[in-house]
């Protein structure tokens, strides 16, 4: 049985500190701008959320990548090519990030090494991961840059990209995962995701602003931790800023809940 008011969650079963009760996250983190949503890993079951409209589709940035590799994996013998980034505005990274494969790519969130990918995914490819992950397919006629997670045409509720990361955990061992899930470890060491920290598997995302007070951007970051076994999938969002620099707030929120 679960006891919830906002921001705290009482459960029967488990708690991430050992202890029938979290701590309130809502004061340690007080900031409008930031919301999360911490969910038990294995049944999804949500923990603790500040987050209005958990059910309404939003644009979540590079947190499609992975979904995105693996539809062109579908068609390529689960193979991933190996690209040289050298910015040349096709990348965040003005100078480039130099010779990537995908689990640097996912690591560094690369946009150019995901272009060149996502020229060559398919329809019918995609319809399959986001069928078995659950996702909400983008809009007709996407685009490779629709495919990274660049502006607005594809577009998934929390509760649904949080679901679909715990998915992509259960499938460690299907083919192209073990790959994508390598480039999330490393991103937690010294990718994009290092704010976390180490011991987790993180993908970070900026996107376009949904906030009445506009921003250029907001960052989302997902981190499941755990590596050794996830228990916990943890999502934020802060408002106005990349998603390398929500990933420190990502860690602070960490470790404050598990």
Not at 65 to 70: N, Y
Not at 142 to 171: C, D, K, N
């Amino acid at each position: 049985m679960m006891l919830t008011r906002r921001g705290v969650l009482t459960l029967a079963a488990a708690a991430p500190l050992g202890a029938a009760l979290l701590p309130d996250p809502d004061r340690a983190f007080p900031d409008p701008g930031v919301s999360y949503l911490l969910t038990d890993r294995a049944s999804n079951r949500e923990i603790c959320s500040r987050w209005a409209h958990l059910m309404d589709p939003v644009p979540v940035g590079s947190l499609v990548k992975p979904f995105t590799a693996l539809a062109y994996a579908e068609t390529h013998e689960f193979q991933f090519p190996v690209f040289t980034c050298a910015g040349d505005g096709r990348c965040w990274l003005p100078q480039g990030h130099g010779r990537m494969q995908i689990s640097t790519a996912i690591a560094h969130s690369c946009n150019a090494y995901f272009l060149e990918l996502a020229a060559d995914v398919t329809e019918e490819a995609l319809a399959v991961v986001v069928q078995r992950f659950g996702l909400l397919a983008p809009d007709p006629g996407f685009t490779a840059a629709t495919l990274i997670g660049l502006g607005r045409s594809w577009q998934i509720p929390p509760v649904a990209i949080v679901r679909a990361y715990s998915e992509l955990m259960a499938r460690s061992p299907d083919p192209g995962v073990g790959d994508i899930l390598a480039g999330m470890a490393l991103s937690a060491r010294s990718g994009t995701g290092r704010g976390v920290g180490p011991g987790a598997y993180v993908k970070t995302g900026t996107a376009p602003c949904v906030h009445e007070s506009k921003q250029r951007g907001d960052g989302y970051v997902i981190a499941l931790y755990p590596t050794a076994a996830p228990r916990y999938n943890l999502l934020v969002r802060v408002h106005g800023v990349p998603g390398a620099q929500a990933a420190w707030v990502s860690g602070k929120m960490r470790g404050y809940l598990a």
